[in-house]
């Protein structure tokens, strides 16, 4: 579970610096329009309901884990 963890993270920030290089000339427009925050709210929401969702998988998993080892 750990390796799948890492593996995550490392294309995590293998993909950043393609984000951070976005064009810029629509960024201007959206943040002049007042709609970049509308982006940034969608995309912050979007990204907690996925960890909420990994993360309750995750429990699931442990506990049925748990149960195997126990029987």
């Not at 000339?25 to 907690?48: H, Q």
Request: charged residues 25%; contains cysteine; proline residues 1%.
């Amino acid at each position: 579970m750990e390796r799948n963890k890492l593996i995550s993270l490392f294309v995590l920030l293998a993909l950043l610096p393609s984000v951070s290089m976005a064009d810029v000339e629509m960024a201007d427009t959206l943040r002049s329009d007042g709609k970049i925050y509308v982006v940034v709210t969608v995309l912050c929401i979007v990204l907690a309901v996925i960890l909420i969702y990994l993360f309750s998988i995750d429990r699931k998993v442990k506990r049925m884990e748990d149960r195997f080892k126990n029987k």
